[in-house]
Structures are given as structure tokens and as C-alpha cells.
């Protein structure tokens, strides 16, 4: 949803890097002036139930 220049991100994602790409992939265009990200994350993937991934910092916790 778009309003006055501010983006609203809503939806789910498996990785938190899905969801820093989402909204950063819209902060550049034209007319966006601020980005609302209400991107939940939930893994659906099996590979992932029971941890918490953070690439940016290169850890993995269960």
C-alpha cells in the first residue's frame, strides 16, 4: 500500500534477509519518502523450523 510517499510492506518471508531485500528494494523509487515493513518472518521450509538465521552477522542460533 502506498500513501502520501510511505510504502507499507505486510506479508511473511522464511529469512530476514528476504525481508531487508523487500523493503529496501523500494526505498529507492521515485516519490517513496518513508517505508512502513511489517514483513513477519515464518519459515515454512523444514529446513529451517527451530533456528534463527542472521547472515549479516554469519551466525546461527537454535
Known amino acids: 500500500m502506498v500513501e502520501g510517499g510511505y510504502v507499507t510492506l505486510s506479508g ?3 529469512w530476514e534477509y528476504q525481508r531487508r531485500a523487500a523493503a529496501g528494494s523500494v526505498r529507492g523509487l521515485m516519490g ?3 517505508v512502513s515493513d511489517q514483513i513477519a518472518i515464518q519459515c515454512k521450509n523444514p529446513g529451517c523450523r527451530g533456528q534463527v538465521r542472521d547472515r549479516d552477522r554469519g551466525r546461527t542460533a537454535a
Open 32 to 34: 517513496v519518502t518513508g
Open 12 to 14: 511473511t518471508v522464511d
